[in-house]
């Protein structure tokens, strides 16, 4: 077992949460065959949850009732994105239908090896934007800082596939990120770093400390973000030692990518509530994916859920152009028309953004329902969420 203090309230937690984590539809990791025996403890410890993640034909076998195209998917995803589940978000997963939207997000399937037309490697040309290792600077005043290449779940629809899911070839020096620190240090127009990966949170304390430390030591930063779904997949590391953390280096906002309302159980809503309770900013990025979120009534009822644990939805991505993600991709109307659906028919809070992230390198683009209907000498003729049409003089 790895050796790890478990905090009298990560106790209390424990009390409360068997079986309060589960809603009707998920199942108590008891009665997986492969959890029966594990202590509660362990299973609220994130690196036993780390630890015991689900990468082998064999474990995935005894929690999921495989198809044909996952058993392929599977044995071929070796050497290429490997598979890795928290077994947390294990319990999640129906077993016994192929279309759970948890499972198609974890599960390979032979698709991922038919190469689509126009997909590529780095379809937002982040390798051709990086003026340091590990560091990608797109816009005039902010940078995105790969901080590692491993996340707790590995999602099949991964834009930074080429990069994640290599355990062995992992740069873990601890001088790794020394040339983009400078890099930012030495570039006053950069207000605002964004450091994602992988998932920074897979990273101990004291190493995601010592990254925040040397970024907040550089005068014109003025915000750091942090991209993670760990929330959603491994919602054990949100500890207080790990707020503790984060709280030092405020102002800091958090994105979580969060897809599907069954991804939003009891659990991850305390890891929610603590980061939000800490006084950080909480944002929700979301990928639209075929057969998972396409639906406007499932996006809506995200969007609420989502709301409701203080989280902000940020952008809904259009699914990039990667290599072996195209039974993912939907046409780009159907997020137009989600957007349609939200926008003035719920919260205005509950409406983010829908972006393409433009292919080769140009940054996010929005695309939306246009409500402007024409335009002549100051006389914009409009329409609104229900299609009536007004006009404004200016
Ligand atoms: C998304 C992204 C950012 C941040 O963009 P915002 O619109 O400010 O959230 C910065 N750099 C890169 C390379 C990105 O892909």
Redesign the pocket.
């Known amino acids: 077992m790895v050796n790890t203090v478990i905090t009298e309230n990560q106790k209390l937690l424990v009390e409360h949460l068997t079986p309060l984590h589960l809603s009707k539809r998920n199942r108590d990791y008891q009665q997986i065959s492969l959890y029966k025996d594990v202590n509660p403890l362990d299973w609220e410890d994130w690196h036993w949850q780390i630890k015991n993640r689900i990468t082998k034909f064999e474990e995935i076998a005894q929690v999921v009732n495989l198809i044909p195209e996952e058993e392929e998917g599977i044995k071929n995803a070796k050497g290429r994105m490997a598979m890795a589940i928290t077994p947390y978000w294990a319990t999640l997963i129906d077993p016994d239908d192929p279309s759970c939207p948890i499972r198609r997000q974890c599960v390979p399937t032979l698709n991922e090896f038919k190469i689509g037309p126009h997909e590529m490697v780095d379809p937002?040309g982040?390798d051709s934007?990086s003026p340091a290792p590990h560091l990608?600077?797109?816009?005039p005043d902010?940078?995105?800082l790969l901080a590692t290449e491993s996340c707790a779940t590995y999602c099949r629809h991964c834009t930074r596939r080429r990069l994640v899911g290599q355990e062995e070839s992992r740069d873990n020096s601890a001088n790794r990120w020394d040339a983009a620190v400078e890099y930012i240090r030495s570039n006053k127009k950069i207000r605002?770093v964004?450091i994602s990966g992988g998932d920074p949170f897979v990273l101990e304390n004291a190493v995601l400390e010592d990254l925040l430390k040397k970024l907040r030591t550089i005068p014109h930063i003025e915000l750091l973000?942090i991209g993670t779904r760990v929330p959603v997949t491994l919602p054990q590391r949100v500890s207080e030692n790990l707020i503790s953390v984060l709280k030092k280096y405020a102002p800091l906002w958090i994105?979580i990518h969060f897809n599907h309302p069954k991804e939003i159980t009891k659990r991850t809503r305390i890891a929610c509530e603590m980061l939000a309770d800490a006084g950080m900013p909480l944002g929700s990025q979301t990928v639209l994916l075929k057969g998972i979120n396409d639906r406007p009534s499932i996006m809506r009822k995200l969007m609420h859920e989502l709301l409701k644990l203080r989280v902000r939805p940020?952008?809904i991505y259009q699914c990039d152009l990667v290599r072996g993600t195209h039974h993912f991709r939907t046409h780009v109307d159907a997020g137009i028309s989600i957007i349609e659906k939200l926008r003035g028919h719920t919260s205005g809070y509950g409406v983010p953004t829908y972006?393409i992230?433009s292919p080769g390198g140009g940054?996010?683009i929005p695309v939306g329902p246009n409500y402007i209907l024409s335009e002549a000498k100051g006389k914009y003729v409009l329409r609104n969420y229900e299609g009536k049409v007004y006009t404004y003089f200016e």
């Open positions: 937002c982040e934007h990608v600077h797109r816009y902010r940078v995105l605002d964004l973000r994105s940020y952008y972006v992230d940054g996010k």
